[in-house]
């Protein structure tokens, strides 16, 4: 599970399209059976996902130091971290208001980076399971608040979250160059999508940061048909 044997992970290959297609079918299945869910039920699957999924992370914290190779990049500031441990706790606590501000980060985290996959293990290193396991488990997690426990996100939401997304985004870009790091991208872009923003040149962070307000906004389409439907 820890073996170095297992590097060498492939971009839409068969490992990365299953781990794919495990969490369609996983929210599918949830989306399908959202009324069954009630009670104790619903506390033992957000308890339990929160748990899960911090002590994937903290799991990964101990296999970084055994290798010897902690660095800041640690640091739990990049969108996708920040998502994971503010997703579990609104799991825990049930705080709304929380959630209206992280839902649009963590979908858009999650589903980036289930589809860019910036992944040097594959299946069954233990890293493929918390790279994938993390981001589908709170991709899932703000999902099930949604549709679920049914709480509110609007459009209002959507331009409040995106705001505070910016002015994190206005921190950190001088901050990691002072800890040379690479939280939310805004140094260097995967590699697998910085042929996108190659025309821009040196102003392809500003392109990026559009792009993902845009992303925001495609998010949020059927997030709003959804809201019509249940107020019909």
Not at 13 to 38: E, P, S, W
Not at 64 to 70: A, E, I, T
Request: hydrophobic share 50%; charged share 10%; with cysteine.
């Amino acid at each position: 599970m820890f073996s170095e044997a297992y590097q060498g992970f492939t971009w839409f290959g068969l490992a990365h399209g299953l781990a794919i297609l495990f969490f369609i079918v996983l929210n599918t299945l949830m989306i399908l059976n959202r009324h069954k869910i009630q009670g104790k039920l619903d506390l033992y699957l957000r308890r339990g996902t929160a748990i899960l999924m911090l002590t994937l992370e903290f799991t990964y914290y101990g296999w970084v130091f055994s290798r010897g190779m902690p660095d800041l990049t640690l640091l739990p500031l990049g969108v996708c971290a920040l998502s994971m441990y503010v997703t579990s706790y609104v799991l825990w606590t049930g705080n709304q208001k929380v959630f209206r501000l992280i839902f649009p980060w963590a979908i858009s985290g999650a589903l980036l980076s289930l589809l860019i996959a910036d992944l040097n293990y594959t299946f069954p290193h233990f890293r493929y399971i918390h790279y994938f396991g993390n981001h589908g488990l709170f991709l899932t997690a703000n999902l099930y608040l949604l549709v679920v426990k049914k709480f509110s996100f609007s459009y209002k939401d959507l331009l409040k979250s995106s705001l505070a997304l910016f002015i994190y985004a206005c921190v950190m870009y001088p901050l990691n160059y002072l800890l040379d790091t690479n939280h939310l991208f805004l140094r260097e872009v995967p590699h697998e999508v910085a042929p996108m923003y190659a025309f821009l040149g040196s102003f392809w962070v500003i392109g990026f940061v559009i792009s993902i307000f845009m992303l925001f906004h495609v998010v949020y389409i059927p997030v709003h048909f959804y809201n019509k439907r249940q107020k019909a």
